[in-house]
């Protein structure tokens, strides 16, 4: 199981360089944990921040991700991926510029993830959103 917890994190991490939202929502079951660790409330100069659920709201996230940022942005240094059975836990830094603002920004982040039959069944991100917020103007 470790080594198919891997390789779905792996071909997941794979498809969002792509950019491929349809792709990246594959790997997800039709239902997800999925938890974005902000502030609650309202986050309307962050779009994407909010409940999720199924496999094509994962689709939206990831879509509305890319339509905030510019394409091209600098590189993000290697993830670094931690993996025990079903569960693994990813470590990346996130460099982005915001459509909006223009602002480059670069973002911590861990996203912690359970994978059952081949899917992702958990989707946890835990972020900057400090930096995230400022770069798109909030």
């Not at 940022?69 to 600098?74: D, L, Q, S, V």
Request: glycine share 6%; net charge negative; aromatic share 8%.
């Amino acid at each position: 199981m470790p080594t198919e917890t891997r390789s779905v994190i792996e071909e997941f991490l794979t498809r969002v360089v792509a950019g491929e939202a349809d792709r990246i929502a594959e790997l997800f079951a039709e239902e997800v944990d999925w938890q974005l660790n902000w502030p609650a409330g309202e986050h309307p100069t962050v779009p994407w921040i909010r409940p999720r659920r199924t496999r094509s709201d994962v689709a939206d996230h990831f879509r509305e991700i890319a339509e905030a940022h510019t394409p091209g942005a600098p590189p993000s240094r290697a993830p670094e991926i931690l993996v025990d059975g079903a569960d693994a836990v990813l470590f990346a830094e996130i460099s982005q510029v915001a459509k909006a603002t223009g602002r480059a920004y670069t973002a911590l982040c861990a996203l912690r993830f359970t994978v059952r039959d081949g899917v992702i069944t958990r989707y946890h991100v835990y972020e900057d959103s400090l930096a995230v917020a400022v770069a798109l103007g909030g």
